[in-house]
């Protein structure tokens, strides 16, 4: 079957630096994406992976080793408004997008 | 950008009537639109994939004759929820791929739907 696991819940301080991995077992690979939710509102886009290595754009950043089916987002100089739940995708042969349960953030003033 | 937009954005309605939510892809075309619904503190559940001109495919699970999609023209997906009972209601999200003009494969999500069945 296809599975991602992700924690499921991750606290940090205000102005730290915060990981959140994400490993994946599916049927083929055609891309990653990372996710974030505020709550009661729609997932907005952060990042795409299909490529092994590392992704910066601003404050976050994403890797992906397709070897080992991994992938983290980092975010760095956290702020509160980074209180959300991070969600990491896998589109898979079939380009249908499999996705993990979600990493909740709580950042600590 | 890619703009998708829901309609309505919360719906209140009593047990047994029906709910129609609409997804317009704004400022693009889309061959394919994605419908997901995501109950309190889970991740989203994908539930039918639509297509342009044909029939959705829905997810194990998911009952078709319960859950309509209509995907008429390349910018406009409906779902309509029958006979509703307090057990659908969720927030319901649609996603769309663009036909021509992106470099990934991101899905634009819609700002979602809130249904409360009383």
């Known amino acids: 079957g296809q599975n991602i696991d992700q924690p499921t819940e991750m606290t940090a301080t205000e102005g730290a630096i915060v990981q959140i991995n994400c490993t994946y077992q599916?049927?083929?690979?055609?891309?990653l994406f990372w996710y974030q939710q505020h709550a009661g509102e729609a997932p907005t886009f952060l990042s795409y992976?299909?490529l092994d290595g590392l992704e910066e754009k601003g404050r976050f950043s994403s890797f992906l080793s397709r070897s080992k089916g991994y992938s983290y987002l980092l975010l760095k100089e956290l702020q509160m408004k980074d209180s959300a739940s991070y969600l990491c995708a896998v589109l898979d042969s079939n380009y249908q997008l499999i996705w993990g349960a979600g990493t909740k953030l709580i950042i600590k003033p | 950008g890619a703009v998708v937009s829901q309609h309505p954005s919360w719906v209140i309605c009593k047990s047994g009537t029906s709910v129609k939510i609409e997804c317009r892809s704004l400022d693009f075309q889309a061959t394919t639109m994605f419908w997901y619904r995501q109950f309190p503190k889970q991740s989203l559940m994908l539930m039918a994939t639509?297509?342009?001109?044909?029939?959705?495919?829905?997810e194990q699970g998911v009952e078709k004759d319960k859950f309509l999609i209509n995907h008429a023209s390349l910018t406009l997906s409906t779902l309509t929820v029958t006979s509703a009972h307090p057990e659908d209601s969720s927030f319901y999200i649609c996603s769309a791929y663009p036909v021509t003009g992106f470099s990934s494969y991101e899905q634009y999500f819609g700002p979602g739907t809130r249904l409360t069945v009383t």
């Open positions: 992976n299909v």
């Open positions: 639509s297509n342009e001109g044909s029939k959705a495919t829905y």
């Open positions: 599916t049927s083929g690979f055609n891309g």
